[in-house]
T-cell receptor, first 112, second 111 residues
Framework: DAGVIQSPRHEVTEMGQEVTLRCKPISGHNSLFWYRQTMMRGLELLIYFNNNVPIDDSGMPEDRFSAKMPNASFSTLKIQPSEPRDSAVYFC??????????FGPGTRLTVL | EDQVTQSPEALRLQEGESSSLNCSYTVSGLRGLFWYRQDPGKGPEFLFTLYSAGEEKEKERLKATLTKKESFLHITAPKPEDSATYLCAVHPSGSARQLTFGSGTQLTVLP
């Protein structure tokens, strides 16, 4: 039984480049969450979707960040342009009807 | 504003030495409190959900309890494989807000 799938697992890019992170939630789950984890700030919710609709994006740091969920099995988090302070581990999680969230393995992003 | 504070930040135990991790929280209303385990380089792994004061849940050597202001994760006779960071999160009620996580307790169990 596949869990949440994220790609890439590691991404190294240069400042100013566009970065796209991808997530496939657990089949049948109707809520999807994007988190960022750093040593300084811990695990922070960026945005979440319910039935493919963005519900709360108040955690998105600034306009450089955007997220989409075109269908129930796919979501992207895009950073354009990227900056060194965006370096972090980005997690995607999914849940069913607001229940417990299941996390993916994360994408470790390094912006040089 | 919802707040979650976990203590201690780090804990080292000898194998078999039981202890407890603390999660103190402040929310206007609690829909649920969650415990997760996170191993290095991996995503958080769900352990427990607690919904009301007095509730307890157990899984192997772990037992989670909940009061109106805090939750404890009790570890009985821990083994080295229990070493991980344990995260607590609250889900407030009455709004669309989602989980607020604490900063975690890094547990090391020495053989």
């Amino acid at each position: 039984d596949a869990g949440v799938i994220q790609s890439p697992r590691h991404e190294v890019t240069e400042m100013g480049q566009e970065v796209t992170l991808r997530c496939k939630p657990i089949s049948g789950h109707n809520s999807l969450f994007w988190y960022r984890q750093t040593m300084m700030r811990g695990l922070e919710l960026l945005i979440y979707f319910n039935n493919n609709v963005p519900i709360d994006d108040s955690g998105m740091p600034e306009d450089r960040f955007s997220a989409k969920m075109p269908n129930a099995s796919f979501s992207t988090l895009k950073i354009q342009p990227s900056e060194p302070r965006d370096s972090a581990v980005y997690f995607c999680a999914s849940s069913l009807q607001g229940g417990e969230q299941f996390f993916g393995p994360g994408t470790r992003l390094t912006v040089l | 504003e919802d707040q979650v504070t976990q203590s201690p930040e780090a804990l080292r135990l000898q194998e078999g030495e039981s202890s407890s991790l603390n999660c103190s929280y402040t929310v206007s209303g609690l829909r649920g409190l969650f415990w997760y385990r996170q191993d290095p380089g991996k995503g958080p792994e769900f352990l427990f959900t607690l919904y009301s004061a007095g509730e307890e849940k157990e899984k192997e050597r772990l037992k989670a309890t909940l009061t109106k202001k805090e939750s404890f994760l009790h570890i009985t006779a821990p083994k080295p494989e229990d070493s991980a960071t344990y995260l607590c999160a609250v889900h407030p009620s009455g709004s669309a807000r989602q989980l607020t996580f604490g900063s975690g307790t890094q547990l090391t169990v020495l053989p």
